[in-house]
């Protein structure tokens, strides 16, 4: 059974950083892709972040690009989020999900639909 995990959340001021975890069971991420999306008020589902497990190639939405950075522990099943710079805006429930065909290592893109499962999200605020 397949099973994320995240953690980390919480509330922080503006210019604050935090940092979430995706712990994953139920799988190795050997052939996986690792995406982060977030989930605002009254706001559609956003791609955030991805890291293939196959090279450790990333991608970052245009939003945290040079704030945000992605990294993954195999050994541990577990990928990171680390968020610097944040701003109200980046408030949001946080989710990480898991593709195990890899989609965004052969296209480069992050696309929702390519992910088959799914954490129950942690929520971050951050206040001005």
């Known amino acids: 059974e397949v099973q994320l995990v995240e953690s980390g959340g919480g509330l922080v001021q503006a210019g604050g950083s935090l940092r979430l975890s995706c712990a994953a069971s139920?799988?190795?991420?050997?052939?996986?892709?690792i995406g982060w999306f977030r989930q605002a008020p009254g706001k559609e589902r956003e791609g955030v972040s991805c890291?293939?497990?196959?090279?450790?190639?990333?991608y970052y939405s245009d939003s945290v690009k040079g704030r945000f950075t992605i990294s993954s522990d195999n050994a541990k099943n577990t990928v990171y989020l680390l968020m610097n710079s944040l701003k109200p805006e980046d408030t949001a429930v946080y989710y990480c999900?898991?593709?195990?065909?890899?989609?965004?290592?052969?296209?480069?893109?992050?696309?929702?639909?390519?992910?088959?499962?799914w954490g129950q999200g942690t929520q971050v605020t951050v206040s001005s």
């Open positions: 890291i293939s497990m196959r090279d450790d190639s990333t």
């Open positions: 999900a898991a593709d195990p065909h890899d989609h965004y290592y052969f296209t480069g893109r992050l696309d929702s639909d390519d992910f088959d499962s």
């Open positions: 139920g799988f190795t991420f050997h052939d996986y892709a």
